[in-house]
Every structure is written in structure tokens, then in C-alpha cells.
Nanobody, 123 residues
Framework: QVQVVESGGGLVQPGDSLRLSCAAS????????MGWFRQAPGKEREFVAA????????YYRNSVKGRFTISRDNAKNTVYLQMNSLKPEDTAVYLC????????????????WGQGTQVTVSS
């Protein structure tokens, strides 16, 4: 069993930055690929970024490439999502998830989910 808890969301203006954190507890953190997803009101949950257990390989949806960076600190059991140059269309609840499989854009491949943290980008 793995528990994940997100933090770091908030209200920012377009062009600002935020860093989300996801703290995990339970079994060996480094054995899990981690992913960030987001869900805006009235829309389906969508993949944002993912990282392998070692942290060597990362994956992003096209619309965030060059603006968002996923990273992890296995010593702290934490994964991060650095979000720069935020846009209003980035507004959503951001959720962290853990997968015992390889990193994936597929929601069903993730075994454990947090409750999410709200990110609102508005002037």
C-alpha cells in the first residue's frame, strides 16, 4: 500500500511559477513510477508528466513540454512538478499517482492516487 499526498497548489497569475510536491509513504518508493495528472471542471482527467523509479526518464504531454519539469528525490520519498510560464488553461486539480508498472499516460496503469491540489491561473 502506498499513500500519496499532494501539496503546493494555489492561485497565480499567467506567467507565474508553482512547484507541486507529492509525498509518498509505504513501500519502497523508488520501485514506483510516478505520474502527475490534472482534471479541470467538466473535463476528463489527463496525463501531465511521468517519471521512472530511478528518475532517469521523464515524459510529458505536448502542451507542457518546455514549461513543466517532473523530478523526484527518492531519499525524501517525494516527487515534484515544477510549473513555469503558467497559462489559464493549466487551471485544474493536479493529482499525483504511483504505478508499479513502467511510466504511462494511461490512468488505469496507476495503482495509488492522491486527493489532488488545486492550481488556478488567473489575472
Amino acid at each position: 500500500q502506498v499513500q500519496v499526498v499532494e501539496s503546493g497548489g494555489g492561485l497565480v497569475q499567467p506567467g507565474d511559477s508553482l512547484r507541486l510536491s507529492c509525498a509518498a509513504s509505504g513501500r519502497i518508493f523508488s520501485s514506483y513510477a510516478m505520474g502527475w495528472f490534472r482534471q479541470a471542471p467538466g473535463k476528463e482527467r489527463e496525463f501531465v508528466a511521468a517519471i521512472t523509479g530511478s528518475g532517469v526518464d521523464t515524459y510529458y504531454r505536448n502542451s507542457v513540454k518546455g514549461r513543466f519539469t517532473i523530478s523526484r528525490d527518492n531519499a525524501k520519498n517525494t516527487v515534484y512538478l515544477q510549473m513555469n510560464s503558467l497559462k489559464p488553461e493549466d487551471t485544474a486539480v493536479y493529482l499525483c499517482a504511483a504505478s508499479s508498472r513502467a511510466p504511462s499516460i494511461v490512468i488505469g496503469n496507476y495503482d495509488y492516487w492522491g486527493q489532488g491540489t488545486q492550481v488556478t491561473v488567473s489575472s
